[in-house]
């Protein structure tokens, strides 16, 4: 089966993560796939798509909006005669509703990547997914919350969860290597608290931020990590007392390429979101700090409450609660029993529904689908 795949970029981010495991999992699932991968960006930063066997192409834009990209990309459908067309970022989607309009191939829209509260037809992620709609065969989102938060049309509407490859977490560095990298001389009973997410205005690193200068204030066996960059990061910095960075109670990472290393040496892993700005679809953040052993303390709302279980296999707070957040933390510094058991749950739970063979299996139930004479998927199948 051949399948041409589009995204605007191959940045760290969430979409960018998903299609990679994908790939891998097409790749590894002992079926006839051709996959060709076309990135309409020069910025790639999961290196380990060189090393994938796949056909890539970078279709570089002249701008975001270029007009000439809906004729190149109808020529790549036209040489390469794909049997499904799969997109995964909105502006690809609109290029490819162009550029399909004759071959009229079975064409997989999957952007529904986040589940905002208010949508209207002034976002511009809400406009781009209705009038790519009539061009669409299916939509695949990556939570429930996604689906019901841009309304596509139900009979066209799927949900697969995040396909996670466990083996990332084989071979890590050596625990004791990154602690005394990050934390240089702590004690053993250090409590690690990280998150990991871009530092944007999407995600409320501010909440957790206070929090940590609050808590590390009194009490000295609290660290945490904060992993990732972007431009909300060095106003958040500034705000965090010298004696706290000098410390190495609280640490700002950047971005790290060895990011299931690092979580071998947290206790519990946090990923607030500003509900305002954003609501999380189905978080890789969160799902690779679980799949670690480690619970998740996450702010409620969209994908989210389809993976963190409260009280099972982390904690749900309020947005912006940075008191719920300190008492939650406290609780488990408190409780190391507590958090074991979280923890296990935490593994146990995105084994049981994210691993990325079964994923890529679902992927391939609806490839083979939409191939048939009459491949149409009539209802939605969300697992």
Same mark, same amino acid.
């Given at each position: 089966?051949?399948?041409?795949? =589009? ?13 990679? #495991?994908? =790939?891998?999992?097409?790749? @590894?699932?002992? &079926? ?35 007009? *000439? ?9 036209? @040489?390469? &005669? ?17 550029? &399909? ?11 529904? /990547? ?17 009038? *790519? ?22 009979? !066209? ?10 083996? @990332?977490?084989? &071979? ?40 940590? =200068? ?33 410390? !190495? ?10 990011? #299931? ?26 799902? #690779? *700090? ?7 303390? /996450? ?6 409450? #389809? ?42 739970? =995105? ?8 994923? *890529? /299996? ?22």
């Amino acid at each position: 089966m051949k399948i041409l795949m =589009v995204i605007d970029s191959l940045g760290k981010g969430g979409k960018e993560r998903r299609m990679i #495991e994908l =790939v891998k999992g097409l790749t @590894r699932s002992g &079926n006839d796939f051709d996959l060709f991968l076309v990135i309409l960006s020069e910025n790639i930063e999961y290196k380990q798509v060189y090393e994938l066997p796949v056909k890539l192409h970078i279709l570089k834009r002249k701008f975001k909006k270029d007009p *000439t990209i809906p004729f190149k990309l109808k020529k790549i459908i036209t @040489r390469f &005669n794909p049997d499904i067309i799969h997109s995964w970022s909105t502006m690809s989607s609109i290029y490819l509703s162009m550029a &399909n309009l004759f071959s009229r191939k079975p064409f997989i829209n999957g952007v529904l /990547a986040d589940a905002p509260r208010h949508l209207n037809i002034f976002d511009s992620q809400y406009l781009r997914v209705k009038l *790519t709609t009539p061009f669409t065969d299916l939509f695949i989102s990556n939570s429930k919350a996604g689906i019901r938060s841009y309304k596509t049309p139900e009979k !066209k509407s799927v949900c697969i969860y995040n396909g996670l490859d466990f083996g @990332r977490f084989d &071979n890590l560095r050596p625990a004791a290597e990154l602690k005394a990298e990050l934390l240089g001389n702590k004690p053993d009973d250090q409590f690690v608290i990280a998150m990991v997410a871009t530092f944007n205005k999407r995600k409320d690193y501010e909440s957790v931020v206070n929090t940590a =200068v609050a808590m590390c204030a009194i009490n000295p066996l609290l660290t945490f990590i904060f992993i990732g960059a972007g431009p909300t990061l060095p106003v958040l910095k500034e705000k965090v007392p010298e004696s706290l960075l000098s410390g !190495k109670q609280i640490v700002f990472t950047g971005k790290r390429d060895d990011v #299931e290393s690092i979580l071998q040496i947290i206790d519990v892993g946090v990923l607030l979101s500003v509900a305002e700005n954003h609501q999380e679809g189905v978080s890789n953040s969160i799902i #690779e *700090t679980m799949a670690s052993g480690k619970p998740v303390i /996450a702010s409620r709302g969209g994908g989210t409450e #389809e993976v963190v279980i409260d009280n099972y296999n982390g904690y749900l707070i309020d947005p912006h609660s940075e008191r719920q957040l300190a008492e939650k933390i406290d609780e488990l510094f408190a409780d190391k029993k507590h958090l074991l058991e979280l923890g296990k749950n935490a593994r146990r739970f =995105v084994q049981e529904n994210f691993e990325l063979g079964r994923k *890529t /299996a679902e992927y391939i139930d609806i490839y083979n689908v939409l191939t048939q004479p009459a491949g149409k998927i009539s209802a939605p199948r969300n697992k």
